[in-house]
């Protein structure tokens, strides 16, 4: 690794795989150990991406059983490093995982397990930004956010979101307006959610590993 992926570092939040609690929303039309290997196989392909993508240091955080097969699987793709998820809320867990980073590293960039549309050009995009902005966002397209990015701590953007909504890009575009922060927002690229979204999958697993 050169010296300037050195100084990114690449975070992923993943779930340990426990049927009924993982993929809730897919439960309608999968089975939940269905929906269970459709979580695994996504953590593994997210984290095969930014291995791939080689610009820094790879990083997952878990929430549940860290000793779970599925992240001793992670581990076999490369240098990664396991930490554990800390917070009573989503906003409250991202913002400590992305401060330790901080502490760590120039730029963070950090990912949900959830887009496996998201590949190296994106993460590409998503560091460019971040020598003119302050904050980079991956717009979702239910709403949320696929990739949030920072230079420096932007501890209120994670400041009462309503997590899960539809709203959460926007209440958090809000709140960093209201700081003055400059953001970048990406292309919007789709969460595997729901069971409308499965097609989505299928037609990218067909086409292969290929993220260009």
């Given at each position: 690794?050169?010296?300037?992926?050195?100084?990114?570092?690449?975070?992923?939040?993943?779930?340990?795989?426990?049927?009924?609690?993982?993929?809730?929303r897919m439960l309608s039309q999968l089975s939940a150990a269905e929906a269970c290997a459709l979580h695994s196989e996504l953590v593994l392909w997210t984290c095969?991406?930014?291995?791939?993508?080689?610009?820094?240091?790879?990083?997952l955080w878990v929430a549940g059983d860290a000793g779970h097969a599925l992240f001793r699987d992670c581990t076999s793709l490369g240098q990664l490093v396991?930490?554990?998820?800390?917070?009573?809320?989503l906003g409250e867990r991202m913002r400590h995982a992305l401060n330790d980073g901080l502490a760590r590293a120039d730029r963070v960039l950090l990912v949900g397990s959830d887009c496996p549309g998201l590949g190296g050009r994106y993460l590409q995009q998503a560091l460019a930004a971040l020598d003119a902005a302050d904050l980079v966002l991956g717009p979702a397209l239910d709403g949320g956010?696929?990739?949030?990015?920072?230079?420096?701590?932007?501890?209120?953007?994670?400041?009462?979101?309503d997590w899960g909504s539809s709203r959460v890009l926007a209440e958090t575009l809000a709140r960093a307006q209201a700081e003055r922060l400059a953001v970048t927002r990406l292309q919007p690229l789709q969460d595997i959610d729901r069971p409308g979204d499965l097609p989505h999958w299928q037609a990218l697993r067909q086409q292969g590993r290929v993220r260009r």
């Open positions: 690794m050169d010296p300037v992926a050195e100084r990114v570092v690449l975070q992923q939040f993943a779930k340990a795989p426990e049927p009924g609690r993982v993929k809730t095969e991406t930014l291995f791939e993508s080689a610009l820094g240091a790879v990083e396991l930490r554990q998820q800390a917070g009573a809320d956010y696929v990739l949030i990015g920072a230079k420096r701590p932007v501890d209120a953007v994670f400041d009462g979101v």
